[in-house]
Nanobody, 121 residues
Framework: QLVESGGGLVQPGGSLRLSCEAFGFSFNVFAIGWFRQAPGKGREGVSCISATDGSTNYADSVKGRFTISRDNARNTVYLQMDSLKPEDTAIYYC????????????????WGQGTQVTVSS
């Protein structure tokens, strides 16, 4: 099970840190991806961190503003979001994939319930 937290309302230019905590499985062998879905839009991959070498990737829309990290001792992946923009408004989900990240979201499973991020003045 994956549980997201840390969402909220923030002004443009502000920051939030999302957490994705894992329960009930061997966290350190799974890549964890962050995805988002805005109202009326499809799901979008935001960032991912692999299990084996900790390699990361980011969507072009968040590069330089978001940072993903993992703490295997706490079974948690974080998404630090800085310089937030109104277009970052969405429900953010995390999901897992064994081993390495993938560009195909259908290869991820155990989706969390999501956490709402709203960027507005």
């Amino acid at each position: 099970q994956l549980v997201e937290s840390g969402g909220g309302l923030v002004q443009p230019g502000g920051s939030l840190r999302l957490s994705c905590e894992a329960f009930g499985f061997s966290f350190n062998v799974f890549a964890i991806g962050w995805f988002r879905q805005a109202p009326g839009k499809g799901r979008e991959g935001v960032s991912c961190i692999s299990a084996t070498d900790g390699s990361t990737n980011y969507a072009d829309s968040v590069k330089g503003r978001f940072t993903i990290s993992r703490d295997n001792a706490r079974n948690t992946v974080y998404l630090q979001m800085d310089s937030l923009k109104p277009e970052d408004t969405a429900i953010y989900y995390c999901a897992r994939r064994f081993g390495y990240c993938s560009a195909r979201d259908k290869e991820f499973g155990s989706w969390g319930q999501g956490t709402q991020v709203t960027v507005s003045s």
